[in-house]
Structure formats: structure tokens, C-alpha cells
Nanobody
Framework: VQLQASGGGLVQAGGSLRLSCAAS????????MGWFRQAPGKDRRFVATISSSDGSTYYTDSVKGRFTISRDNAKNTVYLQMNSLKPEDTAVYYCAASNPTSGWGTVGYWGQGTQVTVSS
């Protein structure tokens, strides 16, 4: 599986962005998908995931109510809609794919990252 993320950019605080991650391969629908982010000088951290089985979603507390993860299996694409952006959301955002049997402790595939910068 190859992942190609896009949609990052510069936005003012309170604004919105939608990230997309297009996946190659015919097995996209069988993988759990997720978004992670890495701010300067910090470790890469979980943002949101969506399951392959029933579309269940999970979010880190700091983005709950502001971000929405979704997937379109027909388009092999996962999205991250980000609203009410804050300067602390500034980071490189990575999409990822995980085999449901192994869980997110072992990420199967990473995308290349897209920069999101939120100005105050």
C-alpha cells in the first residue's frame, strides 16, 4: 500500500482545512486508517483513526469536536476535516494504514506527510 497525503497549507486560527490521503492497492478497504502529526521538536502523535470493519472513529482529546476522520473505500481515500484550527495544531500530518489484526502498535504503512501551519 502506498499513501499520498495532500491538503496541507497555511491557515489563520479558527480556519479549516481538509486533508486527503489517497492509497494505492486493492486492499485499502481492509485496513484501518489513521492520521498522526509531528510538531517541531516533538514525537509523532496519534490524531485520529477509523476502522475498516465498521467505520468506528477515535480521536485524541485535543481534537475532539473539531476534527473529523472519514473514508471513501470506493476512492481509496481517507480524509481529515479540521475545523476551528489552533496554532497548537501546527505540525506535519501523516496518514497511516494498519492491519486490523496487528493494531496500531505496528503501523503497516506511512504516507509522506503534509505541512499544516496555523497562524495566530
Amino acid at each position: 500500500v502506498q499513501l499520498q497525503a495532500s491538503g496541507g497549507g497555511l491557515v489563520q486560527a479558527g480556519g479549516s482545512l481538509r486533508l486527503s490521503c489517497a492509497a494505492s492497492g486493492r486492499i485499502f478497504s481492509t485496513y484501518d486508517m489513521g492520521w498522526f502529526r509531528q510538531a517541531p521538536g516533538k514525537d509523532r502523535r496519534f490524531v485520529a483513526t477509523i476502522s475498516s470493519s465498521d467505520g468506528s472513529t477515535y480521536y485524541t482529546d485535543s481534537v475532539k469536536g473539531r476534527f473529523t476522520i472519514s473514508r471513501d473505500n470506493a476512492k481509496n481515500t481517507v480524509y481529515l476535516q479540521m475545523n476551528s484550527l489552533k496554532p497548537e495544531d501546527t505540525a506535519v500530518y501523516y496518514c497511516a494504514a494498519s492491519n486490523p489484526t496487528s493494531g496500531w502498535g505496528t503501523v503497516g504503512y506511512w504516507g509522506q506527510g503534509t505541512q499544516v501551519t496555523v497562524s495566530s
